[in-house]
Each structure stands twice: as structure tokens, then as C-alpha cells.
């Protein structure tokens, strides 16, 4: 049985470091996202007006696609990586008193 459980943690380690790369990799892709718009703004547009400014920044919803993308597949694997974590907990420890 302890070999069992350490082999789903092993497993839980692996996906819970995939969960933290794709983490990362959201994060630089949002912060590059906001930089490219500020740059682009500043050079070109810094007397634009908000209205005007607004229709500028669809030049980058191709990369806020990526970026939903991305999040939406860390929220499942961070659903799948708790709710494993729950059930393992659960058959290691019995069911938790409230």
C-alpha cells in the first residue's frame, strides 16, 4: 500500500509541475501581451485618445486567444490535480472529520 500511495504522489508531483510550467508560461505571455501594447501605444498612439486606444489593442487578440487558451487548460489540470489529491488523501486517511 505504501508503495501504491508513493507512486500517486509521484504521479500528483509530475502533473502539479506541469500545472506550475504552464503557470509560468501564462504569466510571461501576459506580461509580454501588456508590454507589446504599451510600447505600441507610446510610439504610435501617445496622444490617442481611450476610444481610439481601444480599437488599437485588437491588434492582439490573436494573443489574448493563446493566453485564454492557456488558462482554461491550467484550471483543468489544476481541478483534476486537487481532485486526485482529495481522493488520495481520502483512501490513504479515511474521510476527513468536520
Avoid at 507610446?42 to 488558462?71: P, W
Amino acid at each position: 500500500m505504501a508503495r501504491e500511495h508513493l507512486a500517486r504522489l509521484s504521479g500528483l508531483y509530475r502533473r502539479t509541475t506541469g500545472v506550475v510550467n504552464n503557470l509560468s508560461d501564462f504569466c510571461y505571455r501576459l506580461t509580454y501581451i501588456l508590454g507589446e501594447a504599451q510600447r505600441y501605444l507610446q510610439i504610435n498612439h501617445s496622444g490617442q485618445t481611450l476610444g481610439r486606444a481601444s480599437s488599437s489593442l485588437r491588434l492582439v487578440d490573436f494573443s489574448l486567444a493563446e493566453v485564454k487558451a492557456m488558462s482554461d487548460q491550467i484550471l483543468r489540470t489544476l481541478n483534476a490535480v486537487k481532485k486526485k489529491a482529495h481522493d488520495m488523501s481520502w483512501a490513504f486517511f479515511g474521510p476527513a472529520a468536520d
